[in-house]
């Protein structure tokens, strides 16, 4: 089995000291980070995605196994930070209320990080006051909303909405994205920027912010 099957397979069973061992044996190997992530951790997450749907695995298992992904994805962490990149700004970011993942949202704070921007984890469960108030008194340019639940997404119309109505829907670039999260979405509810995946969404806020 290679290393990166390992990887997904003991992700999916929870062991997440054996996920941490395997990552750092394949970074030591040559292994990409971007290929340990999405071919080791993030397949072994949408495996797991996949049982969890059709109730082949429960709550625990899944806990488990976000877990194991934490672990892992805390060994990459450096490798996915791109060093010295002169970009600068703040952002802050946040699951948004009522939904309580957040490893998707705790890897774009990663790559943000990786390319020089201070973020505020604003951490799950957000409502839109507490965004809004991370723009007004610790001087945020950017808010990142994730949602993973169809249940929760909406919550980012109320975001737009309570930037609107304290007045700073001007001075403030609103990023969505998240599993359910699409373009048309984006739109529908007057956000400026969706993105389907982590780095693609720290390019995208650097552009924002160099813009
Ligand atoms: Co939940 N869960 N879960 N869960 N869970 C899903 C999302 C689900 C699709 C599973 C399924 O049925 N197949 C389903 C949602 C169905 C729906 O809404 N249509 C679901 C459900 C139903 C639930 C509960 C309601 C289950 C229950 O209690 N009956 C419950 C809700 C709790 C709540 O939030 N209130 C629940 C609970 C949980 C756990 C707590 C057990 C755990 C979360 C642990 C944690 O996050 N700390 C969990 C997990 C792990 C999942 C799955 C299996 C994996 C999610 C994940 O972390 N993926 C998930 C199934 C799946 O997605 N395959 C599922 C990996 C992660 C890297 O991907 O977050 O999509 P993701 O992030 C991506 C992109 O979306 C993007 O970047 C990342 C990739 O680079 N991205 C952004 C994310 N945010 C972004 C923001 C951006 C830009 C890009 O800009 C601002």
């Given amino acids: 089995m290679s ?26 190997e040559g292994v990409p980070a971007k290929q340990i992530l999405e071919e080791g951790l993030l397949s072994g997450m949408n495996i797991v995605g996949e049982k969890f749907k059709a109730n082949e695995v429960f709550v625990p298992e899944v806990l488990v196994a976000a877990r194991a992904m934490n672990m892992g994805t805390a060994v990459l962490k450096p490798l996915l930070a791109e060093d010295g990149v002169e970009a600068s ?3 802050c970011i946040g699951t948004v209320k009522g939904d309580l993942h957040d490893i998707g949202k705790n890897l774009v704070k990663m790559m943000m990080e990786g390319k020089g921007l201070e973020v505020v984890d604003l951490g799950v469960d957000v409502s839109p006051e507490q965004f809004v108030d991370a723009v007004q008194n610790q001087g945020c340019q950017i808010i990142c909303c994730s949602a993973l639940l169809t249940t929760t997404m909406g919550i980012m119309a109320d975001v737009v ?4 109505a304290a007045g700073i829907r001007d ?9 359910p999260v699409t373009e048309a979405f984006c739109q529908q509810i007057g956000a400026d920027k969706y ?4 780095a693609t969404a720290a390019d995208v806020a650097v552009q924002l912010l160099a813009g």
Avoid: C
Wanted: proline content about 2%.
């Fill in 3 to 28: 290393i990166l099957n390992e990887i997904s397979e003991n992700l999916q069973r929870g062991k997440a000291k054996i996920v941490k061992t395997l990552v750092q044996q394949a970074i030591e």
């Fill in 89 to 91: 700004g703040k952002v």
């Fill in 161 to 164: 909405k309570a930037a609107e």
């Fill in 171 to 179: 001075s403030v670039k609103i990023m969505v994205g998240g599993a």
């Fill in 195 to 198: 993105t389907p995946d982590a």
